[in-house]
């Protein structure tokens, strides 16, 4: 069984700043790519970044690439989004999923498909 489990969320203003952390416990894999999704309210779940999890290498949607950085931590198990600049329409549920296939050496998958275990979400909400 593995466990998912997100925090760091919360309430901000518009240009503020909030990090999401992702924490994987329970049974152990060599994980492929860890990544960050959210969904809005009334609104299909999106992808926003992920991160190669040997390689290191990572994607953004371009709705928040140059305001969000992604990372992980190989030997906690870990990882972070750090936002920055947020705007209203980053109110959303943010998911952490992980990713066990191997896809190639830098890929990183943006397909909420390609992610096997995912956890319960946190909420973050942007005020104007």
């Known amino acids: 069984q593995v466990q998912v489990v997100e925090s760091g969320g919360g309430l901000v203003q518009a240009g503020g700043s909030l990090r999401l952390s992702c924490a994987v416990s329970g049974r152990t894999f060599t994980w492929y790519a860890m990544g960050w999704f959210r969904q809005a309210p009334g609104k299909a779940r999106e992808f926003a970044a992920a991160?190669?999890?040997?390689?290191?290498?990572?994607g953004y949607a371009d709705s928040v690439k140059g305001r969000f950085a992604i990372s992980r931590d190989n030997a906690k198990n870990t990882g972070d989004l750090q936002m920055y600049s947020l705007k209203p329409e980053d109110t959303a549920v943010y998911y952490c999923?992980?990713?066990?296939?191997?896809?190639?050496?830098?890929?990183?998958?943006?397909?909420?498909?390609?992610?096997?275990?995912w956890g319960q979400g946190t909420q973050v909400t942007v005020s104007s």
């Open positions: 999923a992980l990713d066990r296939t191997y896809r190639g050496r830098i890929y990183v998958p943006r397909n909420a498909a390609a992610y096997d275990y």
């Open positions: 991160i190669n999890w040997s390689a290191g290498s990572t």
